[in-house]
């Protein structure tokens, strides 16, 4: 076991009483405008049924350069 330092504590030495603790994370909060955040900790898990998402997403369109085709072709990765 290492022996204590004279320059060495605990860090629980350090801390500030749960109130004023508590105070700096409102002013925090107010800051950085958290309240987003906070609030979406507190909510419920987001909704999984098909009904609440009714829409069709596009699928994106994927480029192949001719250089690309020509490499995948040559290691038989045949890109169609």
Known sequence: MASATPGSHL???ELD??????????????NLHLDRA?????AGPPSLDYDDFPREVPKREIAVSEAAARL?????????
């Open 72 to 80: 995948a072709n040559a290691l038989h990765l045949h890109l169609d």
């Open 38 to 42: 906070a609030r979406a900790a507190v």
């Open 17 to 30: 009483s749960p109130g004023s603790m508590s105070d700096d994370c409102r002013a925090v909060g107010a």
């Open 11 to 13: 860090v629980h030495d």
